[in-house]
């Protein structure tokens, strides 16, 4: 009997949990209770995450990068004509009104620094401070500083779109040494190196143009934003018409039908794209305005003559 299990062992390589039982024996089968189905057991343990790959090789690794990148694209709709006249779908990054933030001395190390830059990369800026603040570490308090600054500065300063800032750069640099001496045992001294490390991001506010395809085509949507949405919903504090504009953005069911919808328009000629782009950004900015007006009339104040004539 060792030695079947010794097999089956060899064959599976793969930890398998043992209770004290030997498999097949008069202890280890199980017993059904009254009203209860006998459980099943089995030999093979689940694959834990970090457990490697069997026989991953480059080529299976280039197979499978490029079916993600298929399925990235097959998300995305785009203009059957091209239309000189319209503004382009992707705004250039590197156009200027980019704004940089960026803390030096930092008492945390480049590898640590090294995952925050990647939770927040690419995300919008209130999401990104979502995110790690949910974290909940001490030694995300200097993350989390900077990008209130951030979000405080462009809000208040250049009064830009918070909802259209997005965080597309986020770097870490390696920083000095700073030495202190420190007491040992048996009265010896030595010399510790505490790192310090630079972190640094950069923000730019996406054009009308590239936030509707990022949102309503290609529905990547911030968590904060879809979060806000559902408990306004869930409050009652929405009307009938803007439950069908939120739509194709509260969760994860209505958004993979909406791409449904769009797909099934697209091919069959009815969708246009620049159409479709013009009465978005419209419906947007008409918001905008109506959220501007009823804060100021809310604090008494008349409504501004720019707000009234979009």
Request: contains cysteine; glycine residues 4%.
């Amino acid at each position: 009997m060792l030695s079947t299990v010794a097999g089956v062992l060899r064959r599976t390589r793969r930890p398998v949990p043992w209770n004290g039982q030997l498999p097949g024996s008069v202890l280890a089968t199980p017993i059904a209770v009254a009203g209860e189905a006998a459980p099943h057991h089995c030999l093979v343990a689940k694959r834990s995450f970090y457990f490697p790959r069997k026989n991953w090789f480059p080529w299976r690794t280039r197979i499978i990068h490029a079916r993600q990148k298929a399925e990235r694209l097959k998300r995305h709709i785009w203009p059957r004509r091209h239309d000189p006249t319209e503004a382009p779908i992707f705004g250039d990054k590197e156009d200027g009104t980019q704004l940089t933030f960026i803390e030096k001395d930092i008492r945390i190390g480049q590898k640590k620094f090294n995952d925050y830059a990647r939770l927040i990369r690419g995300r919008q800026i209130q999401d990104a401070h979502d995110w790690i603040e949910s974290l909940v570490r001490m030694k995300s308090e200097p993350v989390l500083k900077m990008l209130r600054k951030a979000i405080n500065e462009v809000t208040e300063r250049h009064d830009w779109d918070i909802s259209r800032t997005y965080i597309y750069e986020a770097v870490t640099y390696r920083g000095a040494f700073v030495k202190s001496i420190k007491k040992h045992a048996r009265a010896n001294y030595g010399i510790v190196k505490s790192p310090r490390s630079q972190f640094m991001f950069r923000v730019r506010q996406l054009p009308l143009e590239e936030f509707f395809h990022r949102l309503y085509i290609n529905n990547k949507i911030p968590r904060s934003i879809a979060g806000d949405m559902r408990l306004a919903l869930h409050q009652g504090r929405v009307s009938r018409q803007m439950q069908k504009e939120w739509a194709p953005y509260l969760c994860a069911n209505s958004r993979l039908f909406h791409r449904k919808e769009l797909k099934w328009l697209d091919s069959t000629r009815q969708f246009n794209y620049y159409e479709a782009r013009a009465e978005w950004i419209q419906r947007y900015q008409a918001n905008q305005a109506r959220a501007v007006t009823e804060a100021r009339e809310a604090r008494g104040l008349p409504p501004l003559a720019l707000a009234t004539s979009e």
